[in-house]
């Protein structure tokens, strides 16, 4: 489970922090999972706000967003190891390109 934020959405840094300047919920992202051989075993697509749940059985794992619309850079993939009845958060944060 995760969630996808775009970042930065203004910009300029405010000091204190503006609320309208936050990180944004990207939804409709594909995630792959692949496993260590690099076979997709599962894939799920975030929602309105941002998140994304899906189960895998033990193992380790590496979890690719794909390119969004309108973004200009994508996430990296991230991997992560799941044990037994354990729960892992794994965030992406996409590019805006503001500078």
Known sequence: ???ASASPTCPVARFPPDPSCADRPVAGVAI?????????????VTGPDGAYAISV???TYTLTPQ???GIMHAAGPQTVTVGGGATATVDFVFDTGIR
């Open 67 to 69: 390119p969004v619309t």
């Open 32 to 44: 792959l999972v692949t496993d260590a051989s690099g076979r997709e075993v599962a894939r799920t």
């Open 57 to 59: 059985p033990p193992g």
């Open 1 to 3: 489970m995760g969630h």
